[in-house]
């Protein structure tokens, strides 16, 4: 049975498995190799609703704004708006996150979708030529109109983010409620500032690469699949420092071995223990989906956390801007 959060001081319940929608869309040769069509995305879609998945996490850029038009189609042909909680980005695109940035790209996104709202905006990076100020007084109107429901951030360091926070309650702006950052077994250096900040705030923790883009979901570092070969961005988030990651997924592959479950599953079942809000998996194929679900039911020891944990060494920041 699918298990629910409010996301962090907000009204939105959302499943602890949120579908993440980079996967959905067109095919780019400048973007992604491997996303799925249509077709494929409905299905996976689909499958979600069944296991009483209602989080969907998309952006403006993802397939350059297929995945949002794919999203919108399935969903109004499948559920009701109101019993789905859609979350879109906004960052990569002109301007950045300038007040008219912002008020441009939420029509863009609000059209792609085929809704009237969004329940979560997300500012997808820091940007360091706009003033804080400039974009949570945007954010905030967009939530005044009724635009959007609530708002959340992703990927920058915790002082960065500790200032978006600081300007909003100055001004009496609206505050995020969210935070999907770079978080899993073989990328931990949020926890030194980040993600105490978010917790000290009643941030709800929503991590995008669970799965460290496949790493933790197979038995063996190289992958044979589309986005294996192709993904530059995978390849720079973790080859740097593979031979440490090695030693990682091998206690993720003993201790899947010993609990008999599969290696993805005790991965997620790490980020539960760290009580995160929801589980954003980038799943391609809806049996993925299942297997996120049934993680849900896995509880780690104490023991056992502190097992997969011991390997890790610090690594190079990847994701936040400067």
């Given amino acids: ?18 579908v993440g929608c980079m996967s959905f869309g067109e095919r780019f040769e400048d973007f992604h190799m491997w996303t799925l069509n249509q077709k494929e995305s409905d299905a996976m879609v689909e499958r979600a609703l069944e296991l009483g998945i209602n989080f969907f996490d998309t952006a403006n850029q993802y397939a350059h704004g297929t995945s949002e038009i794919f999203l919108g189609s399935a969903l109004r042909r499948m559920a009701k708006r109101e019993d789905v909680v859609i979350a879109s980005k906004v960052y990569f ?26 329940d979560l905006y997300i500012i997808h990076r820091y940007d360091k030529d706009t003033p804080y100020e400039e974009t ?27 200032n978006y926070q600081q300007a909003a309650k100055d001004n009496g702006f609206t505050p995020f409620v969210s935070m999907q950052n770079h978080y899993n077994l073989l990328y931990r250096e949020d926890e030194r500032e980040l ?25 063996v570092w190289a992958g044979e699949t589309e986005r294996a070969r192709t ?14 990651d090695m030693q990682i997924l091998e206690r993720v592959v003993e201790l899947a071995d010993k609990r008999g479950v599969k290696v993805s599953q005790i991965a997620l079942a790490w980020l539960l223990k760290k ?5 954003l998996v980038g799943a391609t194929k809806p049996d993925y989906l299942n297997d996120a679900a049934e993680a849900l039911k896995i509880n780690l020891t104490d023991e056992e956390t502190a097992y997969l944990e011991e390997p890790y060494r610090a690594h190079e920041i990847v994701g936040a801007n400067k």
């Fill in 195 to 219: 993600i105490p900040i978010c917790r000290q705030q009643g941030v709800a923790l929503t991590p995008y690469s669970p799965l460290a883009g496949g790493h933790l979901a197979k038995r």
């Fill in 275 to 279: 009580d995160v809000a929801t589980l």
């Fill in 1 to 18: 049975m699918m298990e629910y959060r409010k996301l962090g001081a907000s009204d939105l319940l959302v499943s602890r498995v949120c």
């Fill in 231 to 244: 993904d530059r961005v995978l390849h720079a988030k973790y080859e740097a420092e593979k031979e440490n």
């Fill in 136 to 162: 949570m007084e945007a954010l905030d109107t967009l939530v005044r109109q009724g635009k959007v429901r609530a708002l959340g951030a992703s990927a920058m360091f915790g002082y960065q983010f500790a």
């Fill in 93 to 118: 695109n002109e301007g950045h996150l300038k007040k008219e940035a912002i008020f441009r790209e939420i029509e863009g996104t609000l059209s792609r979708l085929r809704t009237d709202y969004l």
